[in-house]
């Protein structure tokens, strides 16, 4: 999808038609494409002046792909409330509109994905093309698009994105979806907030999912304190992250995933 977008604006006068075949994140929706270097490491994403000429949508076409990328899909569209709710409900944006849609969106991501998540696994796992799997389907391509289509730098990303960029310069990571990595990143920021209670709820639907919530979970659990430290600052210091005006630090984070890979493997041995 980020391949033929990218294509599209390169070449004057070039529509793209986008018929996505995965559910494994709002690409097909977003005018943006994601650049990775040959070895998979993240370089960030240049922004497109136009939205995709035609998106069409056909549920029984994602229904035949493999399942871990919907629920790949399921992660990164959560994410969208995660990341966007601190900044898009301080009092300056309610006067909005188009944040306020934007939050009302990132809403909708969570609601759906927390009510019918679960059961759309389950559906597309059995490949049975029920309302439960469409209505994600449309939630991942479409209604998380309009998250940062409508908030913009807002609401485009903050931790959990970062992370996931970031992490990519470890070659254990390349083996996960996007998604997968996000997933862990929401992790790393509501450990940020000290938002624990949103944590253990969360990790009900993480376990379910088989999602990584800790560096263990990715194999860098060799990583020393001074390497997570140095970690946490390349996530400070990632552009969208700045750019969003989401306050954070580097030495709170790094504080932040000590104590969640603390916390997972205290649960983990319980």
Same mark, same amino acid.
């Given at each position: 999808m980020d391949t033929v977008k990218y294509a599209a604006a390169k070449s004057q006068g070039v529509n793209s038609i986008l018929i996505p075949t995965l559910a494994s994140n709002c690409a097909p929706w977003t005018p943006l494409s994601v650049m990775y270097s040959a070895d998979g490491v993240c370089l960030g994403f240049d922004i497109h002046i136009e939205q995709v000429g035609i998106l069409l949508i056909d549920p029984r076409l994602i229904l035949d792909s493999p399942v871990n990328y919907f629920i790949a899909g399921i992660a990164d569209t959560l994410a969208k409330w995660y990341e966007s709710d601190v900044t898009l409900s301080q009092p300056e944006h309610k006067t909005n509109a188009f944040l306020l849609m934007a939050h009302s969106a990132a809403l909708q991501c969570k609601e759906s994905i927390v009510q019918q998540g679960q059961q759309a696994v389950a559906d597309s796992r059995s490949r049975l093309l029920t309302p439960a799997f469409i209505q994600i389907v449309e939630t991942i391509i479409a209604i998380s698009g309009l998250v940062g289509g409508l908030g913009d730098r807002?609401?485009?990303?903050? /931790?959990? #994105?970062?992370? #996931? *960029?970031k992490i990519t /310069?470890? +070659? =254990?990571?390349?083996?996960?979806?996007?998604?997968e990595k996000v997933a862990y990143g929401v992790m790393v920021q509501l450990a940020f907030e000290n938002k624990w209670s =949103? /944590? *253990?709820?969360l990790s009900l639907l993480y376990d379910d999912l088989r999602l +990584?919530?800790?560096? =263990? !979970?990715?194999?860098? !659990?060799y990583l020393t304190d001074e390497q997570v430290d140095i970690f946490a600052g390349e996530i400070v210091r990632d552009k969208t992250l700045v750019n969003s005006g989401y306050p954070v630090s580097q030495k709170g984070l790094y504080q932040a995933m000590i104590s969640l890979e603390n916390a997972v493997k205290v649960k983990s041995n319980r």
């Open positions: 807002y609401a485009r990303t903050t /931790i959990g #994105h970062a992370v #996931h *960029d /310069i470890f +070659p =254990e990571t390349h083996a996960y979806l996007h998604g =949103e /944590i *253990d709820q +990584p919530k800790s560096l =263990e !979970n990715f194999q860098l !659990n």
